[in-house]
T-cell receptor
């Protein structure tokens, strides 16, 4: 599975959009980009995933560059409850595992 | 209803003891996992089971033995506990081999 690189920490103001970047320059054609988050002491929570196209669900939007070497997770209106560690993971559907990196610690400020 | 549940939530035990952690999912998934999160917060896959069969064992010591009595349960038995086993253990499940996994609340194991 391809390695991903994320900034160690970010912050944003409550109510504003949070844009979390991820680099995955060695991603292969059949690897998806997954985003998870872990709120303090809880189990990781699936957010969204995509292969080539941009994706949106009730939690977030995922923007993947055309060359697929990077992506951005967008939380459109961040709340205090979005404070968490966000993980970007590149994985094939057949891999039966997720390899978590160190993630980005997002702090949403009041 | 809790989708993926684990018991116990906390487990404190002494070195050398044997303990088990139970995991159950009511999502109808056929794949289950165990992950370990150490004190530095790194989350690592330990085992993956699909339809009760072991698919992945990420070089976990033999003291760790997962058991899957049915597709809804994946228990983790640990023999001869060591200080380094102290961590939070997360169970997860998915439908097939996809990366959309649902995690349990975790079991914090402390070995003294």
């Amino acid at each position: 599975d391809a390695k991903t690189t994320q900034p160690p920490s970010m912050d944003c103001a409550e109510g504003r959009a949070a844009n979390l970047p991820c680099n995955h320059s060695t991603i292969s054609g059949n690897e998806y980009v997954y985003w998870y988050r872990q709120i303090h002491s809880q189990g990781p929570q699936y957010i969204i995933h995509g292969l080539k196209n941009n994706e949106t669900n009730e939690m977030a939007s995922l923007i993947i560059t055309e060359d697929r070497k990077s992506s951005t997770l967008i939380l459109p209106h961040a709340t205090l409850r979005d404070t968490a560690v966000y993980y970007c993971i590149a994985a094939m559907d057949s891999s039966y595992k997720l390899i978590f990196g160190s993630g980005t610690r997002l702090l949403v400020r009041p | 209803d809790t989708a993926v549940s684990q018991t116990p939530k906390y487990l404190v035990t002494q070195m050398g003891n044997d303990k088990s952690i139970k995991c159950e999912q009511n999502l109808g998934h056929d794949t289950m996992y165990w992950y370990k999160q150490d004190s530095k917060k790194f989350l690592k896959i330990m085992f993956s089971y699909n339809n009760k069969e072991l698919i992945i064992n990420e070089t976990v010591p033999n003291r760790f033995s997962p058991k899957s009595p049915d597709k809804a349960h994946l228990n983790l038995h640990i023999n001869s506990l060591e200080l380094g086993d102290s961590a939070v253990y997360f169970c997860a499940s998915s439908l097939g081999d996809v990366g959309e996994q649902y995690f349990g609340p975790g079991t914090r194991l402390t070995v003294t």
